[in-house]
């Protein structure tokens, strides 16, 4: 009777993977508010707030921030932009660490 309950909520891949999936695509979508910005900078129309940007960092987008950074050469000489991604990506790598070691050491014991 689970089994029929829990059926249609079946992931097509291991449940593990779901946070690296979402953080993944989460800094995919962070790349892309870069590669926006940069083209609406160059066009000088509407731009991505950087109260925005900042937000996404700081809440697990460093990887995708730092990529954008280097690969669209975007907010590489703004005060905050530069100290605030690397700050964020070596404390997001971690924290993701610290939670895979949790992981690991849970399914161990």
């Not at 946070?19 to 989460?26: C, D, E, F, Q, R």
Request: charged letters at 15%.
């Amino acid at each position: 009777m689970t089994d029929a309950l829990t059926a249609p909520f079946a992931l097509p891949f291991p449940a593990g993977l779901l946070p690296i999936l979402l953080l993944a695509g989460w800094n995919v979508f962070v790349l892309g508010l870069f590669a926006v910005d940069k083209i609406a900078a160059r066009r000088r129309t509407w731009r991505v707030p950087e109260r925005k940007l900042i937000s996404c960092i700081v809440l697990f987008g460093s990887g995708g921030a730092l990529i954008g950074q280097r690969l669209f050469r975007h907010k590489t000489r703004k005060p905050p932009f530069t100290w605030l991604i690397p700050t964020m990506l070596i404390l997001h790598t971690f924290v993701v660490a610290t939670g895979v070691a949790l992981v690991a050491f849970t399914q161990n014991s």
